[in-house]
């Protein structure tokens, strides 16, 4: 299967990833690639697990990070999914994203909350998330700045 867990040779094909969508901030690329990091430092860590695409020439094309949302029961976070814009509409973040919600289940998961901006660039991850079930739950207005609202997504399990 093309899904396998994260290894730090990942990090920089995967920020590179990040930094050609255009849609990530410098800062929110460097948040995601610290938990890379972190993930590959302390292995044994629960709270963060990232899974990556690699081709079958071993050239990583996207990935997801998930974690359980602390004082939960049965809730996560789906805190990044990215897939390279060379290869996508190809079918791989349906794949990423099939894997991640099967997973989050075989770990007693019963929720998932996306959070993403409302700006104009993020329209095609607000169609990906609805074509894939997700239901608009809650927008914050200027959230992340004047008129970049938090919208957040959730889907039951």
């Known amino acids: 299967m093309p899904i396998r867990p994260f290894v730090a040779s990942d990090r ?24 890379m990091d972190l993930a590959s430092e302390e292995p044994t860590q629960t709270d963060y697990v990232l899974n990556s695409y690699a081709d079958d020439d071993g050239t990583v094309r996207g990935y997801y990070c998930i974690g359980p949302t602390p004082g939960t029961a049965s809730t996560y976070d789906l805190y990044w999914i990215a897939v390279d814009p060379g290869v996508q509409k190809s079918g791989i973040g349906t794949l990423l994203m099939k894997h991640c919600e099967e ?22 991850t607000h169609r990906f998330y609805r074509r894939h079930k997700y239901e608009s739950a809650s927008r914050i207005r200027d959230y992340y700045g004047p008129g970049d609202d938090l919208m957040v997504f959730t889907k039951h399990l």
């Open 12 to 35: 920089e094909p995967l920020r590179a990833i990040l930094q050609a969508t255009g849609v990530f901030r410098k800062e929110e690329v460097e948040i995601a690639v610290e938990l």
């Open 103 to 124: 997973l989050i289940s075989s770990k007693g998961g019963k929720l998932i909350i996306v959070e993403t901006s409302s700006l104009p660039q993020y329209t095609p």
